[in-house]
């Protein structure tokens, strides 16, 4: 009994010296007591952590300043001379372990300023990170002509089983490839840390199997093209820290052809399942006599347009994704101009063009073309938008164009590099 009494004599006395309030349980683990610091007028404080803030390298450490005195206040986060930040909560994170100091001031509506200052120690990681993709929440491919095949459907593959093999293919740095199949048709990618967005550097590298001709028969075309299929990227930050990539959460990466006319927004297509008594339908022997069957999958937009996705000789598997249960498949998004040219003006020669910037297998994987910038990231009414950093990243087939024997325009996806991790 005394030694229980004096024992909490101690923690009392503990207690009222680091200004904590008192309690008897939950507080058990650790000597320590959360602090906090002022600003000098006392109108906004920081809580410290016991042990004061911490947090693994890419991962994002969010703070929130307490507002002692109520008001409008204007945030400014400093780094020495660098400003870090101008939201109201600090979403912190670097690449780099050490100790950083951070100034915080506060404006209030009388031009007032206020200023406080603490640190934030990173630290290297437990377990080392991958610079490539370590998770596919989804893959979900539009009908195209190496669907089932890349990757391989085998007999009672789940949509699971099928992320898995996605994941199997171009995870880590093992270089497979998967397709996307035609417009729409994407994958989602995840990683075991945030990729960082430093600011005015390439962020991600996403790698496909774009290569450039190296003949045209049209001598006059000013473009780089050959075989450049490009997919729309958009990036997921997980703000809310579950693990997820929510609906709010993702951006589009606006690439060089966003802001144009041509480029149509909120586009939606719809593709159905041929059903089992579908028969082939044979194209005039004078032209595409390289499909075995001109109408075999077809689809509607929200424009009043329809078509059918072709069966050619050189694929014979069934193109629509096997493993889905629906007879209907619907993708929404952003939709690119054709890119591709029947250069031979007799459906021998087609020239898949690249566009400048900021699309997936558009460009070469040596070259920047297929680097990526975080802060290209633009909210649905096209606002640029910052995100501290990126979680999840998910790549769609832009173009809805059928380019004769070449088959559907269908970006692929050979990986993703975190290129800070990788340079480091
Ligand atoms: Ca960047
Ligand atoms: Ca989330
Ligand atoms: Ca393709
Ligand atoms: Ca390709």
């Known amino acids: 009994m005394n030694m229980i009494y004096s024992r909490l004599k101690i923690y009392v006395a503990t207690s009222l010296i680091t200004g904590c309030c008192l309690c008897f349980s939950g507080c058990e683990k650790d000597p320590d007591f959360p602090t906090t610091v002022t600003t000098k007028d006392g109108k906004v404080a920081i809580d ?66 206020s200023t406080l200052r603490f640190n934030i120690t990173v630290n290297d990681e437990e377990k080392a990170y991958s610079p490539y993709i370590t998770s596919v929440p989804e893959y979900k491919p539009a009908p195209g002509q190496f669907v089932n095949e890349l990757p391989k459907y085998e007999e009672g593959d789940t949509q699971k089983a099928m992320n898995q093999k996605v994941l199997e293919a171009i995870g880590y740095n093992t270089r497979g490839m998967i397709t996307l199949g035609g417009y729409g048709g994407y994958v989602i990618c ?5 990729i960082v967005n430093v600011p005015g550097e390439y962020d991600l590298k996403i790698l496909g199997n774009a290569f450039y001709a190296n003949s045209n028969p049209n001598p006059e075309a000013s473009e780089k093209g050959g075989s450049c299929e490009p997919g729309i990227v958009m990036v997921a930050y997980d703000r809310n820290k579950n693990g997820v990539a929510d609906d709010d959460e993702w951006y589009e990466l606006a690439g060089s052809e966003y802001h144009k006319e041509t480029t149509l927004k909120e586009y939606q297509i ?56 629906e007879d209907e498949l619907s993708f929404r998004g952003t939709l690119l ?68 024997w070449l088959g559907e325009m269908s970006t692929e996806v050979m990986g993703i590099n975190d290129l800070h991790l990788l340079n480091n």
């Open 48 to 113: 410290i952590p016991p042990g004061g803030f911490q947090t693994p390298r890419c991962k994002v450490l969010s703070i929130t300043p307490t507002l002692i005195k109520e008001g409008n206040y204007e945030m400014q986060w400093n780094i020495d001379d660098s400003i870090i930040s101008s939201q109201e909560e600090l979403e912190f994170i670097a690449i780099k372990p050490q100790k950083y100091t951070i100034t915080l001031q506060a404006t209030d509506e009388n031009k007032q300023v």
């Open 190 to 194: 995840g990683f075991d840390h945030t």
């Open 270 to 325: 719809t593709y159905y399942r041929p059903d089992e008594y579908h028969d082939p339908v044979e194209a005039p022997e004078n032209e595409q006599s390289w499909n075995t069957d001109a109408e075999y999958i077809a689809w509607t937009d929200n424009r009043n347009a329809q078509g059918f996705m072709p069966k050619n000789v050189y694929h014979n598997q069934d193109y629509y994704p096997k493993w889905l249960e």
């Open 337 to 404: 101009p054709n890119n591709a040219k029947d250069e031979s003006g007799e459906g021998t020669y087609w020239v898949l063009y690249a566009y400048p910037w900021g699309y997936a297998d558009n460009g070469l994987n040596t070259d920047e073309t297929s680097n990526f910038k975080i802060e290209w990231a633009v909210d649905t009414s096209g606002n640029p938008v910052h995100l501290p950093g990126i979680d999840f990243v998910k790549i769609y087939t832009g173009v809805n164009q059928y380019c004769g």
